[in-house]
């Protein structure tokens, strides 16, 4: 079956700019994550939805950062006023219900700010 | 706070050695814990995940990990790897209290196959 997608793969942007992430999860999941990888590191947790609401977005950095969930299904992670700072890949992953289960990632977008 | 330490930046074993990758973590309870593995242009795959029970957790490819409370790690193991598995680990540190959804990941260890 399908598996997390992530679109675009690659993002490149001015900074000061606006960008949208986007992630599909998998089909039924109802737990969503998102979260930042810069290079050399481990992922950082971002954002955890629990259907449409956020259960969980004690690991956005700043205001800048917000991220929605409006059908429970697909999730935009949204940054404003981009800043060199930001550059990293993002990754997205999907789980059954996120009670202690597997997160299944998704490839990740790689957000470049110039 | 929760934390994990993954001491070993980049190992290199030949290939059919004997691999172990280590991994300390900072928690008050017992948390769960996972290892996750990294290719170029894939995305993280689970490998192996510790809640509670056995302390010897056997994972996909071949791997499996211990816990071992008393050192609060979590080694992963291979007896023989192989050319494929060079790669990113990641070890990996939830809640114990609550849903496992603010994982924290260690920085990764490397891994490279030497022919």
């Known amino acids: 079956g399908a598996g997390v997608s992530q679109t675009p793969s690659n993002k490149v942007t001015e900074k000061g700019k606006y960008v949208e992430l986007r992630c599909d999860p998998i089909?039924?999941?109802?737990?969503l994550y998102w979260y930042r990888q810069s290079l050399g590191q481990g992922p950082e947790f971002l954002i955890y939805f629990q259907g449409t609401g956020a259960a969980d977005d004690s690991g956005l950095p700043n205001d800048r950062f917000f991220a929605v969930r409006p059908e429970g299904s697909v999730s935009t992670l949204k940054i404003q006023r981009t800043e060199r700072g930001d550059s990293a890949v993002y990754l997205c992953a999907s789980s059954l219900t996120g009670e202690a289960d597997t997160q299944y990632f998704g490839p990740g977008t790689r957000l470049t700010v110039l | 706070a929760q934390s994990v330490t993954q001491p070993d930046i980049h190992i290199t074993v030949s290939e059919g050695a004997s691999l172990e990758l280590r991994c300390n973590y900072s928690?008050?309870?017992?948390?769960?814990l996972f290892w996750y593995v990294q290719s170029p242009g894939q995305g993280l795959q689970l490998l192996l995940k510790y809640f509670s029970g056995d302390t010897l957790v056997q994972g996909i490819k071949g791997f499996e990990a211990e816990f071992k409370r008393s050192q609060s790690s979590f080694n992963l193991r291979k007896p023989s790897v192989h050319w494929s598995d060079a790669a990113e680990y990641f070890c990996a540190v939830g809640p114990s209290y609550s849903s496992a959804s603010k994982i924290i990941f260690g920085s990764g260890t490397r891994l490279s196959i030497r022919p």
């Open positions: 928690y008050g309870a017992t948390p769960y």
């Open positions: 089909s039924g999941h109802t737990a």
